[in-house]
Structure formats: structure tokens, C-alpha cells
């Protein structure tokens, strides 16, 4: 799932990006770039059909790895597809970007739907209707995510338009400008934020639970515990896996879910738990701290394009030839653009990620339920998912140590209180560097613009 998600971040990066490259850097004519990506795209094709039937003759180990290479292979096209051959030029009607956006989006879920249609067909010996539809599933679970992108898109093309909004943005005072962003990009932030819960229960197929006396009890631990919420369902895309989830941010958009193996095969105390941990990512803001986290990644990205396009200069790349050159600092430049979003999605946005659900684990404590019905519940996921107790994850800890914290948490108390600090104090540390780095780059970005 968080691979999905990253890879997702990875595009709409590059898809960012695109649109800043100068139109003399390409060789081809629009028509002729926009051609060239198409053969590419069905070689490609072809290239993921055969890979799916040499995977089915493959070890599992193997099998594993057949998602990851296959959206690693989609990214590598959509590099080629813009930066190399400039395709994206016969979508773009002057600076107006959404169109070749949609278009680049539509290329990448239809590469990844028809991947995943022939890997469950080929490699998993389902039905074609079953691999169809886990196809079909796996689309919808990305979707939703690309609407905070679409709406930024969209809307600050509507503004290019206006002769006003080019004069100000071209105007001299950088620091009113920048205000302005931000004001208009936390507001955007805010639509979205509204928006996606209702559009991920859609997507996500989510269904009312049927069962009223559980659903009775979730409610009144629910008001034990002051959560306002707009539903809890059940998560029909996830029914093969053991898991629960929260979305939204505010109340009237605000969903937990809850897997039907998981309310089948669990105990309703387990259950209880399950809520109770969720509930947890709520009281502690996780859910809205998460979008700065990714803020940051977008900034240490930014600060890398900046000193990196400054040493790339240095090496005389351009003396290859002058188009060459150009394609060849802005591949190199993406290449590391997205080596630095992987290392940070895995470092940074990893560390908070483990804290937070550490800490969502740690709220069982401000409830009546005893914890070690969540040990329970945790103990049991790691046997209906194969004995995983012990498998690494980066950004949850693995099920074992969640284990053996809750029980030091039991032994010793202030572990608790002690856990509650360490995340403010990271917190704080985030932010400061967050505000002074933003602070940074924007004077950078002004002096060398200057």
C-alpha cells in the first residue's frame, strides 16, 4: 500500500515538473514526440504482458517483487515520455496544464490496471473476472489520492489565464507573493482534505457493518471516548487483508473502517481495541500533521533541485550538444529529485509514521478496555497473516515489538508519558526546520532569481 503511494508521489512530481522544462530542449515536433510516446507505450505494454508470463514460472520471492518493478517500469516511460521526448507538448494549450496532466495520469493507472489484470490472471491463477476486478480495485484505491494534485492544477491554471495573476506573479515583491501562495495552497489543502474521505468510501466500495449489536457497541466507545465521527464501515477493496483504517479530518468527513476478515474472525473486545487505536491517530493529530510531513519531503526536494542544478552546471554537460545536454541535466536532475522523496519517504516520513502509531497504540490507556486486549488483537494478526510477528515494517515497527512495548507500557507506566514527550519533541524539532527551511529556500530562490 505505501509503495502504491509513493510511486503515486513520484509521478505527480514528475508531472510537476514538466511544465517548467523550455520547449527549445526537444528535437521533435510536438506531433512527432506525442507518436513516438504512443509506440512506446504499447511496447510497454507488450514488454508487461510477457514479464506477467515469465513471472507465473517464477519462485514467490519473486512473484513479491512483481508490483514494484512493474511501477518503477511505468515511471521510466513517463520520464522518457516528457523529458526525452516532450509528448506532454500536444496536450498543453499555452501555459493551461490539466489537460496533459490527465492524459499522463490516465498512461500510468492504465499501465498499472493492465499489469495487475494479467498479473492476477497469469501469475495468480484467478478467474479473468476476478482478475479484472482486483485490477479495477487496485485503481480505485490510488485514485482518490490524486485529487488534491488535480484540484491544485486545475485551479492555479484557471489563474494563469487572468493577465492580472502574470503580472503579479512577475512583479518585483517576492515576499507578497509568497504569502499569497500559501494562503491560496493552504486553501486548496483545506477543500481537498474536506472532499477525499466521501470520495475514498465511494472508491474504496466501503459498506455499512450489518451487524447491529457490534455496531451499538462501537458507537457507545465512541462516546466514552468524545469521537465524533460520519460512519463506520466496513473496507470491501481490503477484504482479502486483516486491517482497519481512519480518514478525514473533520468530523462530518470522518470515517473509520474496519476489514470483513477482521470483524469476522476478531473478538468484539479485539475489535474494541482495533477502534480504540484508530481513534487514537484522531486524538493526536496525526492525520493533519501528515500533510506537513509530506510538506517537507516536497522542500527537501526543491533544496536538492536547487544546489544540484547549480553542480550539474559545473560539469559542461551542455558540450555533448545543446539539446542532448539540456535532456540529459533535466533526466539526471528528476533522477535525483526522486532518489531524494524515496530517501525521505523511507527516513523521515518512516520515523513519524513508526512515533505515531506507537503513540495511536498508547491510547488504549485512556480508555476502560484493559490493553491487553490489543496485544490480543495484535497477537492474532500476526497469525491469520502467517505467523508475521516478527517481519519488519517501516513504518509501523513489526508486530512483536508492538507487542513487547504495550507490555513494558503495562510494567512501567511512565513509559506512556515518556512516549508523549519524545513525539512533541520531534514535532517541534519538525516544524522549526520545516518554517526554517522554507525560510531559506525562499530567500535562495529570490537571490538567484535576482
Known amino acids: 500500500m505505501f509503495a502504491n503511494l509513493f510511486f503515486m508521489l513520484l509521478v505527480l512530481a514528475l508531472l510537476n515538473y514538466v511544465p517548467d522544462l523550455q520547449p527549445q530542449m526537444w528535437g521533435t515536433t510536438p506531433q512527432e514526440g506525442f507518436e513516438w510516446g504512443l509506440l512506446l507505450y504499447l511496447f510497454l505494454i507488450l514488454i ?47 501555459s493551461f496544464t490539466t489537460p496533459f496532466t490527465l492524459f499522463a495520469l490516465m498512461l500510468y493507472l492504465g499501465g498499472l490496471g493492465w499489469a495487475h489484470y494479467w498479473q492476477h490472471l497469469l501469475v495468480f491463477r484467478h478467474s479473468a473476472k476476478h ?19 488535480l484540484i491544485f492544477s486545475f485551479v492555479f491554471d484557471i489563474l494563469g489565464q487572468f493577465p492580472a495573476w502574470y503580472r503579479f506573479m512577475h512583479a518585483s515583491n517576492t515576499l507578497l ?25 465511494r472508491c474504496w466500495q466501503c459498506q455499512p457493518i450489518q451487524n447491529k449489536d457490534l455496531m451499538e457497541h462501537l458507537e457507545k466507545v465512541c462516546e466514552s471516548l468524545r469521537f465524533k465521527h460520519a460512519g463506520i464501515y ?27 476478515p477482521l470483524l469476522a474472525r476478531f473478538q468484539k473486545e479485539e475489535i474494541e481495541a482495533i477502534l480504540v487505536h484508530e481513534i487514537g491517530h484522531n486524538r493526536y493529530r496525526h492525520l493533519l500533521i501528515y500533510p506537513f510531513i509530506l510538506m517537507g519531503m516536497l522542500l527537501a526536494g526543491a533544496a ?20 542532448s545536454g539540456e535532456i540529459l541535466v533535466t533526466a539526471l536532475l528528476f533522477g535525483c529529485y526522486a532518489l531524494l522523496l524515496a530517501l525521505y519517504f523511507r527516513l523521515i516520513f518512516g520515523f513519524f509514521s513508526r512515533l505515531f502509531e506507537r503513540q495511536a497504540d498508547l491510547h488504549i490507556f ?9 496485544i490480543q488483537a495484535l497477537d492474532r494478526i500476526g497469525i491469520v497473516t502467517g505467523n508475521s510477528h516478527n517481519h519488519p515494517s517501516w513504518h509501523h515497527f513489526s508486530i512483536q515489538q508492538r507487542i513487547q512495548f504495550l507490555e513494558a507500557a503495562i ?37 538567484q532569481a535576482a
Open 234 to 260: 466496513m473496507w470491501m477493496i481490503m477484504k482479502h487483508h486483516f486491517t482497519a483504517g481512519i480518514i478525514g479530518i473533520f468530523p462530518f468527513t470522518r470515517y473509520i473502517m474496519f476489514t470483513p
Open 411 to 447: 510494567a512501567n507506566p511512565q513509559l506512556v508519558r515518556q512516549h508523549h514527550r519524545r513525539v512533541k519533541k520531534w514535532l517541534w524539532l519538525y516544524f522549526i526546520a520545516l518554517i526554517a527551511g522554507s525560510g531559506a529556500l525562499f530567500y535562495l530562490s529570490s537571490f
Open 131 to 149: 482478475a479484472w476486478k482486483q485490477a479495477v480495485n487496485q485503481l480505485l484505491f490510488i485514485v482518490p489520492f490524486c485529487l488534491p494534485f
Open 366 to 374: 485512556e480508555h476502560t478496555l484493559p490493553p491487553s486486549y490489543l
Open 48 to 94: 508487461l504482458y510477457l514479464q506477467a508470463r515469465w513471472w507465473s514460472q517464477s519462485n514467490q520471492r519473486l512473484r513479491n517483487a512483481y508490483s514494484l518493478l512493474v511501477q518503477v517500469e511505468l515511471l521510466v516511460f513517463l520520464s522518457i515520455y516528457h523529458i526525452g521526448l516532450g509528448a506532454q507538448r500536444v496536450w498543453m494549450i499555452g
Open 177 to 201: 507573493q509568497g504569502v499569497l501562495l500559501v494562503g491560496i495552497s493552504l486553501t486548496l489543502l483545506t477543500i481537498a482534505i474536506g472532499i477525499m474521505p466521501p470520495l475514498m468510501i
Open 304 to 323: 536538492g533541485l536547487l544546489f544540484l542544478n547549480r553542480y550539474l552546471i559545473t560539469l559542461n554537460l551542455m558540450d555533448i550538444s545543446e539539446k
